[in-house]
C-alpha cells in the first residue's frame, strides 16, 4: 500500500549548522511531495513542495532534493534557528486528492 | 489575510456521544480536507470535498461524516464517540482538483474523548 516513512525520528542540531530531515516514500507513481513543518499546539505548516519532474527545489533558507531512483526525499535547512525547532512532515500525494504522511520527526536547536 | 479557521479549539466529550467540528477555507479555496492526528503521528485523511461533493474518502468508520456548504466552510461528525477518537482534527483547503495537493492546514480542534 501507499505509505510514506521518516529516516530518524529525531534530530538535534546546533543553532547555525545546517539539518537535514531524511524521509523514504514507497509510491513509485507518486508525482508531488510535500514538507510541512508542525509546531507545538498548532497545525502543519506548508514549507516546500516539489513534484516528481525536479530533482531539486530551493526556498528560502530550505532546499528539497528528490531521488526518485531510490524513492527519497530529503530537507535542508541552512543556519538553522531556534525558531526551527519543531516537527517536520513529509507528505506525497495520494489517490484521492489526499495527502499521505509519515510519522514526522522532531528537530531540536541547541543555542 | 485570513487562513484556515476551525472551531471550536478544544472539547472534551464523552464515550458515545455526537461531535460537529466546524471550518472555514481560505478565501478562494474551494476544497477542504479533513484529517485526523493522533499523538505522536502524522496526520491520517478522513474526508476531502469540493463543491459540496466529497471527491475522498480515508479508511475510516461510518460514524464519520462530513459535508460542505455553499460557502465552501465545511462539517465534520463523529457518532457514537470512542476513547480512540481522541486526536487533533485538522482541516485543509485548497482551491480546487487542479491543485487537490497544495493543503493549507488550520490550528486543529483537539477533541478529547473520556
Request: charged share 15%; glycine share 10%.
Amino acid at each position: 500500500g501507499e505509505s510514506v516513512g521518516l529516516h530518524l525520528p529525531t534530530l538535534s542540531v546546533q543553532e547555525g549548522d545546517n539539518s537535514i530531515i531524511n524521509c523514504a516514500y514507497s509510491n513509485s507513481a507518486s508525482d508531488y511531495f510535500i514538507w510541512y513543518k508542525q509546531e507545538s499546539g498548532k497545525g502543519p505548516q506548508f514549507i516546500i513542495d516539489i513534484r516528481s519532474n525536479m530533482d531539486k527545489r530551493q526556498g528560502q533558507r530550505v532546499t528539497v532534493l528528490l531521488n526518485k531512483t531510490v524513492k527519497h526525499l530529503s530537507l535542508q535547512i541552512a543556519a538553522t534557528q531556534p525558531g526551527d525547532s519543531a516537527v517536520y512532515f513529509c507528505a506525497e500525494a495520494g489517490s484521492q486528492g489526499n495527502l499521505i504522511f509519515g510519522k514526522g520527526t522532531k528537530l531540536s536547536v541547541k543555542p | 489575510d485570513a487562513g484556515v479557521t476551525q472551531s471550536p479549539t478544544h472539547l472534551i466529550k464523552t464515550r458515545g456521544q455526537h461531535v460537529t467540528l466546524r471550518c472555514s477555507p481560505i478565501s478562494g479555496h474551494k476544497s477542504v480536507s479533513w484529517y485526523q492526528q493522533v499523538l505522536g503521528q502524522g496526520p491520517q485523511f478522513i474526508f476531502q470535498y469540493y463543491e459540496k461533493e466529497e471527491r475522498g474518502r480515508g479508511n475510516f468508520p461510518d460514524r464519520f461524516s462530513a459535508r460542505q456548504f455553499p460557502n465552501y466552510s465545511s462539517e465534520l461528525n463523529v457518532n457514537a464517540l470512542l476513547l480512540g477518537d481522541s486526536a487533533l482534527y485538522l482541516c485543509a483547503s485548497s482551491l480546487g482538483p487542479g491543485d487537490s495537493y497544495e493543503q493549507y492546514f488550520g490550528p486543529g480542534t483537539r477533541l478529547t474523548v473520556t
